[in-house]
């Protein structure tokens, strides 16, 4: 097996950027999901109530991250300093700064209300949930862990089930697996790409996000409700799996990776 792509989010919720090579940090690939949109009301914003989000795109270079919409484009530090203010991601609470009125304005055109966009500072912690985070373990402004990795084989075995193929930017992962069995990812507890340890705790359960086409922002009822038909338990469908570096390094398209730590069930 080989890793196909890598994929980062800088702004969640928001087109991603695909990459040869990423630096693999505690919280997760750098420069993923560092920025996040925030409503009026101070609640973050992503595609599940937004779906033009997918419209946003992203340019990474050496010093910016730059925003662009059908009606503008912004350039925003990849680093900033200022005061901090507490944001809420579901149930975790943490600190943000906030990226300026130029990113607030872009995106609230965008999107058509009032909006903010904040960064999160190297040093701001937000442990990964307990129990399947160690002490140590970190996240961005990601859902609930720092790495998301999925399967082309897994893909693969979905789309033969579909009316019509998607493709795995529906997903939005991290990492792309090639080679391999579909949902054999599931099997095991850890995984090494080239230099690169990482666990495998938990499964992705996967929302309405995934039925937002990632080119048009329009909304459908698929791959979701086939997902639901033999990849639910209880009240989560399941698709990709997160993933938790144990220290830093880097990975790179065209890594081995090799699953560790076989267990019985997911």
């Not at 900033?80 to 609470?93: K, L, N, S, Y």
């Not at 140590?136 to 990601?142: M, N, P, S, Y």
């Not at 697996?177 to 499964?203: D, H, T």
Request: aromatic residues 6%; negative net charge; hydrophobic residues 40%.
């Amino acid at each position: 097996m080989r890793l196909a792509e890598i994929h980062v989010y800088p702004l969640k919720g928001a087109r991603g950027i695909s990459l040869a090579r990423a630096d693999v940090l505690a919280g997760g690939l750098r420069h993923d999901r560092r920025f996040m949109i925030l409503a009026a009301d101070g609640a973050f914003v992503t595609q599940r109530s937004h779906p033009r989000l997918a419209l946003i795109e992203t340019a990474l270079s050496r010093e910016a991250l730059t925003l662009r919409t059908p009606g503008g484009a912004v350039a925003l530090p990849l680093s900033i300093e200022g005061p901090r203010t507490a944001v809420r991601v579901w149930d975790d609470d943490t600190e943000g700064v906030d990226a300026g009125e130029g990113a607030a304005d872009l995106v609230s055109t965008h999107l058509g209300e009032p909006c903010t966009v904040v960064f999160m500072p190297d040093d701001v912690i937000r442990p990964v949930e307990a129990p399947h985070g160690a002490p140590g373990d970190r996240v961005g402004f990601a859902d609930a862990y720092p790495v998301l990795l999925a399967t082309r084989a897994s893909l693969t075995d979905l789309n033969a089930r579909l009316p019509a193929p998607v493709p795995m930017s529906r997903f939005r992962p991290n990492l792309v697996v090639e080679g391999g069995e579909a949902f054999e990812e599931e099997r095991y507890g850890r995984v090494r790409i080239g230099a690169m340890a990482l666990r495998m705790p938990k499964r992705c359960s996967r929302c309405k996000v995934t039925t937002v086409d990632q080119d048009t922002a329009e909304v459908g009822k698929e791959p979701l409700r086939t997902l639901a038909s033999y990849r639910a338990e209880g009240n989560n469908v399941y698709f990709a799996q997160n993933l938790i570096p144990d220290g830093e390094g880097s990975v790179a398209v065209g890594d081995d990776v090799t699953y560790l730590e076989r267990r019985e069930a997911p």
